[in-house]
């Protein structure tokens, strides 16, 4: 079982508020991700890190930003939500072993922008 | 053309079928090869690492074809727990590369 988590589990907000989706992960891991996923669609990368105070910005363009002081810790704030920002957001985290890089993910974020 | 493709599905098959999905990647410098597996509303979670030789776990078995560029992976005898959405993941070689995940596969398996 991964040891990767996130908070809230389930966020319903209005638009204009600033939001922070928090991931936490307790396997010392390197490598932590955001993906979006809207329902029965393909999951999007929108930031992800290689270690402390590394950021770097993924495939999708998101209006998002994160951070990483803290080796387990990699939030994602939302300065301004807004209704199109509506998805589900997962964070992952994985260690580089040779080849082999499983990515661990956590519950996932469930937001709402009214 | 995108780095990692899959047909979407969704694949319906019968109980106890056996079922197979391809997943194609384009660049030749991919080294490493994975299969997730997504439940409705769920996180993905790890099925099966694709070794060059090819592995098995019980009914799963996944092979890679390097010269074609593509990945597979077989379910024997299906049972109604494995309906879920499969996805693939490649990755180039080098720690600072990035996972690319296919969009996935759906399967239901009817009783």
């Known amino acids: 079982e991964a040891d990767i988590y996130q908070t809230p589990r389930y966020l319903v907000i209005g638009t204009g508020k600033k939001i922070t989706l928090e991931c936490s992960q307790t396997m010392g891991h390197d490598k932590m991700y955001w993906y979006q996923q809207d329902p029965g669609m393909e999951l999007h990368l929108i930031h992800y890190?290689?270690?402390?105070?590394?950021?770097e910005k993924g495939d999708l363009s998101s209006e998002s930003t994160v951070s990483r002081i803290r080796t387990e810790h990699f939030p994602l704030t939302l300065e301004s939500a807004r209704p199109s920002h509506t998805s589900q957001y997962l964070c992952a985290s994985s260690h580089h072993r040779g080849f082999q890089e499983t990515q661990y993910f956590g519950p996932g974020t469930r937001l709402l922008v009214l | 053309r995108k780095e990692v493709e899959q047909d979407p599905g969704p694949f319906n098959v019968p109980e106890g079928a056996t079922v197979a999905f391809n997943c194609t990647y384009s660049?030749?410098?991919?080294?490493?090869f994975f299969w997730y597996r997504q439940d409705c509303r769920k996180e993905p979670k790890l099925l099966m690492s694709v070794y060059s030789s090819g592995n098995e776990d019980g009914r799963f078995t996944a092979q890679l074809n390097r010269a074609s560029q593509y990945i597979s992976l077989l379910i024997r005898d299906s049972k109604l727990s494995d309906s879920a959405t499969y996805l693939c993941a490649v990755k180039k070689s080098g720690g600072y590369q990035k996972v690319t995940f296919g969009t996935g596969t759906k399967l239901q398996v009817i009783p």
């Open positions: 660049n030749s410098a991919s080294q490493s």
């Open positions: 890190s290689y270690g402390v105070n590394s950021t």
